[in-house]
């Protein structure tokens, strides 16, 4: 091809599924280069598709290594392999890597393992997925014990919070994850929980919307999700915590008035009142974020995206633009954003922002800097 005839070459790359390599410590990118010569109009004349793979190895993971940061990091230099609104599933790549056991190169289990991962690809999440490392977990959560587990379920709201924080550190394993979600009586039972005690709870609640997060992260697990209606709990649980956070503070405001003055036990109150609420709101935005990560997983099929918003969740992704959490407001303005491309979408989020959305700017900005 002469020099005068490149400005016919097109060239696109398409990103593809993130794995962990089977052997060494590294992501393994998949992604497809695609190559087409264009005609004068602009037309396609000739092209070739190419399946390519880039190895990222992490030599400087270990056990004490940030996983966030360093899948900040890997993004950064995979610009144009790895969209940014994948990072929570470079994350748990990573994490998986961080605690995996090194086993030798051929050896069975090594190949049981690589299978498995191969079978759970196309995985598409925009969550931040660090709520489960603030969870306390005083054992260690084994899949052998999966059944004693679940009789968890069946307990007190203590017990089931415990059932449901072990399942969940469970579901974080890409590996384990094949064997949860073909056990029928666990979801079954996890949706039932979900379905009579969330209000109960936002710990147990956040338990288990999360190991329904991680499922969501994979399309072939995301009709399993919508037969148990995770996504309908989900945006009754935000509308909930979004009407109950406005109770809480206009209670805060009314204790603050009365501190006017020198009214010494009214300031005492209302700094116990103070610290209360901020220890609700941090339990109150895990639940939103993991909340809205599921309907972001589930909305990539258009009909369902269809149907949450015919359920107002454009109303309920405005009104969360009023909070503090710089991971939840990234989060709204992603899934705001990709709400926008329809007109309709766009007028109704033009009718609920009340200058929301400057302050939503600014607090991002703030964190920035």
Same mark, same amino acid.
């Given at each position: 091809m002469q020099a005068d005839d490149a400005r016919y070459l097109k060239r696109k790359i398409k990103?593809? !599924?993130? @794995?962990?390599?089977?052997?060494?410590?590294?992501?393994?990118?998949?992604?497809?280069?695609e190559a087409e010569i264009l005609g004068e109009m602009g037309d396609p004349i000739l092209g070739d598709k190419k399946e390519c793979q880039k190895i990222i190895r992490l030599k400087s993971l270990n056990s004490t290594?940030?996983?966030?940061?360093?899948?900040?990091?890997?993004?950064?230099?995979?610009?144009?392999?790895?969209?940014? !609104? *994948?990072?929570? #599933?470079?994350?748990?790549?990573?994490?998986?890597?961080?605690n995996r056991r090194e086993t030798p190169p051929g050896s069975a289990q090594n190949k049981d393992n690589d299978l498995k991962r191969s079978e759970l690809t196309d995985s598409r999440t925009r969550e931040d997925s660090d709520y489960s490392e603030d969870s306390t977990l005083k054992e260690a959560a084994h899949i052998t014990d999966l059944d004693s587990y679940i009789e968890l379920l069946y307990e007190d709201i203590p017990e089931k919070i415990k059932g449901t924080t072990l399942i969940m550190h469970l579901a974080r394993n890409p590996d384990n994850l094949e064997e949860l979600v073909t056990n029928e009586m666990l979801l079954?039972?996890? !949706?039932?929980?979900?379905?009579?005690?969330?209000?109960?709870?936002?710990e147990l609640a956040t338990n288990i919307m999360f190991t329904f997060l991680c499922l969501s992260r994979f399309s072939q697990f995301q009709a399993i999700i919508s037969h148990f209606k995770v996504g309908t709990l989900c945006?009754?649980?935000?509308?909930h915590e979004l009407k109950r956070h406005d109770l809480w503070r206009d209670e805060l405001l009314?204790?603050?008035?009365?501190?006017?003055?020198d009214n010494q036990l009214a300031k005492r109150e209302y700094e116990k009142s103070l610290?209360?609420?901020?220890?609700?709101?941090?339990?109150? #935005?895990?639940?939103?974020?993991?909340?809205?990560?599921?309907?972001?997983?589930?909305?990539?099929?258009?009909?369902?995206?269809?149907?949450?918003?015919?359920?107002?969740?454009?109303?309920?992704l405005v009104k969360a633009l009023e909070? @503090?959490?710089?991971?939840?407001?990234?989060?709204?303005v992603q899934m705001l954003r990709k709400l926008s491309v329809f007109?309709?979408? *766009?007028?109704?989020?033009?009718?609920?922002?009340?200058?929301?959305?400057?302050?939503?700017?600014?607090?991002?900005?703030?964190s920035v800097h």
């Open positions: 990103p593809g !599924a993130i @794995d962990v390599h089977p052997t060494e410590r590294a992501l393994i990118v998949n992604y497809e280069l290594t940030n996983v966030s940061a360093l899948a900040r990091e890997v993004i950064e230099k995979c610009k144009g392999l790895i969209h940014p !609104a *994948k990072i929570g #599933e470079v994350e748990q790549l990573l994490y998986y890597l961080q079954g039972a996890l !949706a039932r929980v979900l379905r009579e005690d969330w209000k109960k709870s936002t945006m009754a649980a935000i509308e009314k204790k603050r008035k009365m501190t006017e003055g610290i209360k609420y901020q220890s609700l709101v941090s339990k109150q #935005e895990q639940l939103l974020r993991v909340s809205f990560n599921i309907l972001s997983n589930l909305g990539e099929d258009i009909k369902v995206e269809m149907k949450m918003v015919n359920k107002n969740v454009v109303g309920m909070r @503090d959490g710089v991971e939840l407001l990234t989060l709204v007109v309709e979408n *766009k007028c109704q989020m033009v009718r609920t922002c009340t200058g929301c959305v400057f302050f939503s700017a600014g607090r991002l900005a703030h």
